[in-house]
């Protein structure tokens, strides 16, 4: 998870778009024909965009999931936060699960199981996957072991821009 000797993994705004389009064309050469396309917010939410448009799929959502955080403490799980995605809705139907990187994996296995429990008919994608993940996804671009700078996230917000501070996650 760490920089590798300070190397990083860039992902420049030319690369995301072949991406996603590989991406698009592995799903649909396996024949998968998705009815949803569901991001992992916040990570997922450009990469399934750009992916639904170019498995021309227009059904998409999100769900929040996120490691809650105390002082000095990360739960052993992530947990689903508000607001949340219609689940009723994906009772039976081929969904296409999407976030921009499979890290620990945790995430992503907690996503795909909430999914499949609804009823849903589930493959995950990623943008890449690190060493470290306890799950797989059906999709990925590419492997990697470095930091990872993606083109929406690596100048931070505009506020910590503008005023001179570090990016934060």
Do not use: H
């Not at 945790?106 to 499949?116: E, I, K």
């Not at 943008?127 to 492997?143: L, V």
């Not at 001179?164 to 996650?169: D, E, H, N, T, Y």
């Amino acid at each position: 998870m760490g920089d590798a000797g300070g190397r990083r993994e860039t992902l420049t705004w030319d690369g995301f778009g072949e991406a996603s389009r590989e991406i698009a064309r592995a799903v649909l050469a396996d024949g998968f024909v998705p009815e949803v396309v569901v991001a992992i917010a916040r990570g997922g939410l450009l990469p399934a965009g750009a992916i639904a448009y170019g498995l021309g799929v227009k059904n998409c959502g999100a769900i929040n999931v996120e490691f809650y955080t105390g002082v000095g403490t990360v739960l052993d799980a992530p947990a689903v936060l508000p607001p949340e995605l219609d689940m009723t809705y994906l009772d039976g139907r081929r969904v296409l699960l999407v976030d921009d990187v499979a890290d620990s994996g945790r995430t992503l296995a907690l996503a795909v199981a909430l999914l499949r429990d609804r009823g849903a008919d589930v493959r995950s994608a990623t943008i890449y996957t690190k060493p470290t993940t306890i799950i797989q996804p059906d999709y990925a671009f590419k492997d990697t072991d470095l930091w990872i700078d993606f083109p929406w996230s690596a100048q931070g917000s505009v506020i910590e821009q503008d005023s001179g501070l570090a990016p934060s996650a």
